[in-house]
């Protein structure tokens, strides 16, 4: 049987996971989401593979997209700090910490050229919104050429039925879907 995944070119991938978490997911919670992504991450640094921490910021919201919609966007009240990584993931000094402007993690960041430094062909994709940036950056993933592995109950949506939308429709057509344990189980046998 094919090993789920390769050390030396599997990198782990956490979209969003800031201080700016709401409580309004489905059908993880945050605090689930956060914990099961942070023990993919020590299991990844244990294990000497990359782990990418990507996050959204801006100084003035200039610099994020604004496009016309037919209902208004809901405001923001973003808190303090609400751009920084959630202290249970303990952003390490050999973790990639990439800023991205809009849903997706490649558009306008080095994540791809990182990854390709490294030999890096397959990414482990965890965080939160399922159907927002995880699933944006997984297309992107897609059409970059790189293998996926969806930690599915490492993620969440803001509601059920979107976040099934995305693990049933999409991802079956670009990558492979696990638990967080049957990721901590491959990287343990690897």
Known sequence: MEKLLDLQ???LVVIDLQKWLGSKYAPYSAEQVVSN???????FREHGSMVALIRVSSKDMKDIPKPKLDSPSPPLNLPEEWD?????????????????????????TELDLQLRRRGIDTIVLCGIATGIGVDTTAREAFMHGYQQI?????????SEAEHDHVKNTIFPRIGRTRTTQEILSALAEA
């Open 9 to 11: 070119k599997t990198a």
């Open 37 to 43: 992504a942070a023990a993919l991450a020590d299991a």
């Open 84 to 108: 920084q990584i959630v202290p249970e993931l303990k952003v390490a000094d050999t973790d990639h910490v990439i800023t991205k402007k809009q849903w997706g993690a490649f558009y306008g």
């Open 150 to 158: 969806f930690a599915i109950d490492a993620m969440t949506g803001f």
